[in-house]
């Protein structure tokens, strides 16, 4: 068997991961036939050995939707998989969006005790809270770090 995607049949789990998939779309692309679309994603099957790939548009504030992705789909039923409402890339966005945020924070290097009951951190300098509180504070969930 002569598949032209062997070299993209890994798995997406970083941001780098991800940018660097973008930049081969259009190569992808020449090896798939379109199943079925959705809401900005599509179902793609390659045409050489039948398995299933998903493009989504992981950029899609990007003027025309930014540029797809295409990955993978290794489920026994990847019709089913396609249909469920979660997406992989925005997870990888939001997981690289989340420690972003996190690293800007910087340390806890205040005067003061985290606002918060029961924490004995030092507050983040221009907070009352310390850096995972303040995390919490500002997105509205656990803080994973």
């Known amino acids: 068997m002569n598949d032209q995607l062997t070299e993209y049949r ?17 190569e992808i692309r020449k090896e798939l036939s379109e199943v079925k ?3 900005w994603k ?8 039948g398995s299933y790939w998903a493009e ?8 025309g939707g930014g540029l797809s992705c295409f990955f993978l789909i290794e489920e026994d039923d990847p019709i089913a998989a396609f249909d469920r409402p979660e997406h992989s890339t925005s997870s990888i966005i939001k997981g690289f969006e989340k420690k972003k ?9 205040g005067d003061q005790i985290c606002r918060t009951q029961g924490c004995a951190k030092m507050n983040m300098r221009h907070s009352v809270f310390c850096r995972e509180h303040h995390y919490e504070s500002i997105r509205k969930e656990p803080c994973p770090f």
Do not use: I, Q, Y
């Not at 599509?42 to 050995?49: G, T």
């Not at 945020?101 to 290097?109: M, N, R, S």
């Open 101 to 109: 945020f996190w690293e800007a924070l910087g340390e806890d290097e």
């Open 56 to 63: 989504e548009f992981p950029f899609g504030e990007m003027h």
């Open 37 to 39: 679309v959705g809401d």
């Open 42 to 49: 599509a179902l793609h099957r390659n045409k050489a050995d």
């Open 10 to 26: 890994s798995a997406l789990l970083t941001m780098a991961d991800l940018r660097e998939r973008v930049k081969h779309s259009e």
